[in-house]
């Protein structure tokens, strides 16, 4: 059974006013005993007819019992004694009211199920708000990647720039270290400005190192080498320290060594060399 629509149809307020047949009655006692929300629902049936029966409830006239003896004939007796058994009180008949359904509970209803949707369509915005804030994290985290890589690509380009306006200089004199190993693709340049005294090392062909090392710059000068500073691999363009002597190399070779460079070149680990 449906029991929204059995109570929808009203037959618990006939019920309760008393107005079914006996049939009907002992179908809605059954139902009563099988659905215990059928038997709540009667119980608020009862209870609103109750309120509706004492809000309208009225007292009877006094001048009434006065105009009742008017029209009797009997002797003084009787009307004495049916004066008493008047002002006796007559107990009132016990009436089993059951309430009909009163609006409010439907407008309670539909405030509850107003409030259940509420919940939860609060809930899916909290959701979708969630989503929408880590989706621009997300996007500021791949911005900050991307104007971290574009400013890497300027300060290569503006490297490369500088590099090719110096090289292209007549006092710029340039040095081809090739692999000592051999290797085709393992080589650097050197670009030395007699003018201004300035070295440069062009490195983009080096192998990478691991972490603890670093590749080292030696200018051959009188025989002797000269620490010409460390560099990565992926630094593809390095400016050296400005010595006069270097004016007078003879040679320039670069070696792998410790992090942070060595007093005197490993010659074991020697990558690169080219004479002047």
């Known amino acids: 059974m449906n029991t929204n629509e059995y109570i929808a149809s009203g037959v618990l307020e006939l019920y309760a ?12 006692e059954a139902n009563l005993l099988l659905y215990p929300e059928l038997q709540e629902e009667l119980d608020q049936i009862l209870l609103g007819l109750e309120a509706f029966a004492t809000a309208h409830a009225k007292e009877p006239s006094p001048a009434l019992k006065d105009k009742i003896f008017s029209k009797l004939s009997f002797d003084e007796n009787i009307q004495k004694q049916d004066a008493l058994e008047i ?18 509970l439907a407008a309670v209803r539909w405030l509850a199920a107003a409030c259940i949707a509420l919940l939860f369509t609060s809930g899916f915005l909290l959701f979708q708000n969630s989503n929408y804030k880590s989706t621009i994290n997300d996007l500021a985290s791949q911005l900050e990647t991307k104007d971290k890589e574009y400013a890497d690509l300027k300060v290569k380009l503006t490297s490369s720039e500088y590099l090719l306006a110096e ?11 090739n692999s000592k ?20 090392v062009y490195t983009n062909q080096l192998a990478s190192l691991p972490a603890n090392e670093q ?12 620490d010409m500073g460390v560099f990565d691999a992926n630094d593809s363009l390095q400016s050296a320290k400005k010595f006069p002597e270097l004016m007078q190399a003879q040679a320039f070779a670069i070696t792998v060594e410790q992090k942070g460079g060595s007093a005197s070149p490993t010659m074991d680990k020697m990558v690169v060399f080219g004479a002047i």
């Open 17 to 28: 006013l008393g107005t079914l047949s006996s049939e009907e009655m002992k179908e809605v």
């Open 87 to 104: 002002e006796a009180p007559i107990p009132a008949p016990e009436v089993k009211i059951i309430p009909l359904q009163p609006n409010y």
């Open 167 to 177: 090289v292209q200089k007549p006092e710029t004199h340039k040095i081809l270290l």
């Open 181 to 200: 190993s051999g290797k085709v693709d393992e080589l650097a340049v050197i670009f030395m400005n007699v003018k201004t005294e300035d070295v440069m």
């Open 215 to 226: 590749y080292q710059l030696w200018a051959m000068v009188d025989g002797k080498p000269m």
